[in-house]
C-alpha cells in the first residue's frame, strides 16, 4: 500500500519560499507510469492543483502558478519536493501531495497524504 | 481552463436519502476524464468515481457516476452516516487540472 507524508515549515513569511516534500513509501518515485502531484486548499475552500512530476522527471504546472513552482525529486530518498517563491497570505493552504498512474489512458490521484497546513505570516 | 460548477452548494437530507449532485464543465471534458472525490473534515480528499462512471476501489456501489462532455453526475442510492461530507469534482483531461467548488451534503 502507497502511502505519502508531506512535511515541511508550518510557517512561512511573506515574500519568502515556501518549501515542502513528501515522502513516499511502499512504491519507488521512479516506477513507470507513475506521476507525482501537489494540490492545495486554503482553509474553507476548495481544492487547487499546483503541479505534477512524472516518473522521470517531466514537470507539468498550473499555468497559475507557473512562474512560482518548481517541483523536484531525489530518487535516492523516495521523496519529491515543492518549491513555492514569493508567498503572499494568498498562499496559505493545506498542502497535499498525491499520487496517480498513467497506464493505457489518464487516472486522477488516487493515493494523497496526510495533508500540512502552511501559514504566511511575519 | 475548463472551470467546473458544481451544484448545489449544499444539500440538507437525512440518511437513507438518495441524493444527486451536478458538475457541468465550460466545455468538453476529454475521454470524460471526470473524478469524483469525497472530503470530510480535516481529512484528504478521496477518490470515489472516475472516468465519469468507474468506481475507485473499495467503493461501495451505491457511489454511481454518470454523464459524459460536460455535464456529470454524482449519485448516492441511500445515505449512510458516513457519507455527509464535501464532495469535489474534479477534471483531469485537459491541464490545467481543474476542481469544482464542491457539494456538501449535510444532515438535516
Known amino acids: 500500500q502507497v502511502q505519502l507524508q508531506e512535511s515541511g515549515p508550518g510557517l512561512v513569511k511573506p515574500s519568502e519560499t515556501l518549501s515542502l516534500t513528501c515522502t513516499v513509501s511502499g512504491g519507488s518515485i521512479s516506477s513507470s507510469n507513475y506521476y507525482w502531484g501537489w494540490i492545495r486548499q486554503p482553509p474553507g475552500k476548495g481544492l487547487e492543483w499546483i503541479g505534477s512530476m512524472s516518473y522521470d522527471g517531466n514537470t507539468y504546472y498550473n499555468p497559475s502558478l507557473k512562474s512560482r513552482v518548481t517541483i523536484s525529486a531525489d530518487t535516492s530518498k523516495n521523496q519529491f519536493s515543492l518549491k513555492l517563491s514569493s508567498v503572499t497570505v494568498a498562499d496559505a493552504a493545506v498542502y497535499y501531495c498525491?499520487?496517480?498512474?498513467?497506464?493505457?489512458?489518464?487516472?486522477?490521484?488516487?493515493?494523497w497524504g496526510q495533508g500540512t497546513l502552511v501559514t504566511v505570516s511575519s | 481552463e475548463i472551470v467546473l460548477t458544481q451544484s448545489p452548494g449544499t444539500l440538507s437530507l437525512s440518511p437513507g436519502e438518495r441524493p444527486t449532485l451536478s458538475c457541468r464543465a465550460s466545455?468538453?471534458?476529454?475521454?470524460?476524464?471526470l473524478a469524483w472525490y469525497q472530503q470530510k473534515p480535516g481529512q484528504a480528499p478521496r477518490l470515489l468515481i472516475f472516468g465519469a462512471s468507474r468506481r475507485a476501489t473499495g467503493i461501495p456501489d451505491r457511489f454511481s457516476g454518470s454523464g459524459s462532455g460536460t455535464d456529470f453526475t454524482l449519485t448516492i442510492s441511500r445515505l449512510e452516516p458516513e457519507d455527509f461530507a464535501v464532495y469535489y469534482c474534479?477534471?483531469?483531461?485537459?491541464?490545467?487540472?481543474?476542481f469544482g467548488q464542491g457539494t456538501k451534503v449535510e444532515i438535516k
Open positions: 474534479q477534471q483531469y483531461g485537459n491541464s490545467p487540472w481543474t
Open positions: 498525491a499520487r496517480r498512474v498513467e497506464l493505457g489512458g489518464s487516472y486522477p490521484f488516487d493515493y
Open positions: 466545455q468538453s471534458v476529454s475521454n470524460n476524464y
